[in-house]
């Protein structure tokens, strides 16, 4: 399967934007699929992440939330409020494991990533 990120931006504190990340080559309804972020000199972190079994594990301090669209083959992310220390690159990633991971490691497919800046 192959990943796009997109959505990203440049956004004032308090905005919102909503990420995508669009699937190829076959269909998202048998990975789990997450989204990691990685702010400028720090490492690449876990944010949320969807099961194909249909749970799902939003972080953030649950601020952000993942859903799945099946007939587009898309996830989002949805980013309410955003705050100066969102502003990252988020990447999706997708596993054939049925279980949500937050280490970047038990993911096998990653999207390109795409920018989300947030200005105070």
């Known amino acids: 399967v192959q990943l796009q990120a997109s959505g990203g931006g440049l956004v004032q504190a308090g905005g919102s934007l909503r990420l995508s990340c669009a699937a190829s080559?076959?269909?998202?309804?048998?990975?789990?699929v997450s989204w990691f972020r990685q702010a400028p000199g720090k490492e690449r972190k876990f944010v949320a992440g969807m099961s194909y079994r249909g749970g799902k594990t939003d972080s953030v301090n649950g601020r952000f939330t993942i859903s799945r669209d099946g007939p587009k083959n898309t996830v989002y992310l949805e980013m309410p409020a955003l705050k100066p220390e969102d502003t990252a690159i988020y990447y999706c990633a997708a596993t054939l494991a049925p279980t949500i991971s937050n280490r970047e490691t038990q993911y096998t497919y990653w999207g390109q990533g795409t920018l989300v800046t947030v200005s105070s």
């Open positions: 080559g076959r269909s998202l309804s048998t990975y789990t």
